[in-house]
């Protein structure tokens, strides 16, 4: 999930990238953190020790306690709402729907989303909510419209638009351009 667009340049590409692990700390969030590592051994080249072609029973494991604090997580008001865990759900949301379970990813974890989201006053609330809240904002499109365009669903968040480059970008076929990237 390191690309967004090409648009963006280097550096907002770099921000991306390092957001969730650096919020995951930030935050003191295990399940960004877990959710990090699960979804780099998932995307890792077959080649690196890490893959999950290499460890298939590593990347269950960090998926499976991903999860496993992200419940947690939410029973905890305080954390329940934060970036790191909306993030997470969004990391857990993008992951099932386009690599295995497409119906929870749908029926569960989409509306779950969208709730966190609008509880904390819709995705422009969140973008003006500083760097942290931008990037966010770019992840929560960025996934969203992968989603969308990779199954044929509607966007969760409409036609929100942080900027022109996201209204300019081709959706369609997105998730394979990304794919080739790994």
Request: hydrophobic fraction near 45%; glycine fraction near 6%; proline fraction near 4%.
């Amino acid at each position: 999930m390191g690309l967004i667009s090409s648009d963006w340049g280097q550096q907002g590409n770099i921000e991306f990238v390092d957001f969730p692990l650096q919020i995951s700390i930030s935050q003191r969030e295990p399940a960004m953190f877990y959710a990090v590592l699960s979804n780099t051994s998932l995307m890792a080249p077959a080649t690196n020790s890490i893959s999950m072609r290499q460890q298939p029973f590593m990347t269950q494991w960090l998926r499976h306690r991903a999860v496993e604090s992200l419940r947690t997580a939410v029973m905890d008001p305080k954390r329940a709402y934060t970036d790191a865990v909306i993030l997470t759900v969004t990391y857990v949301f993008f992951n099932e729907a386009l690599r295995s379970e497409r119906h929870i990813a749908l029926n569960v974890h989409a509306p779950a989303l969208k709730r966190m989201v609008e509880a904390r006053g819709g995705i422009s609330a969140i973008a003006s909510n500083g760097k942290d809240g931008l990037i966010l904002s770019r992840y929560l499109s960025w996934c969203d419209r992968i989603v969308a365009s990779t199954l044929g669903s509607q966007p969760l968040f409409g036609d929100y638009v942080e900027d022109l480059t996201i209204g300019r970008t081709q959706w369609t076929g997105m998730w394979s351009k990304v794919q080739t990237l790994m």
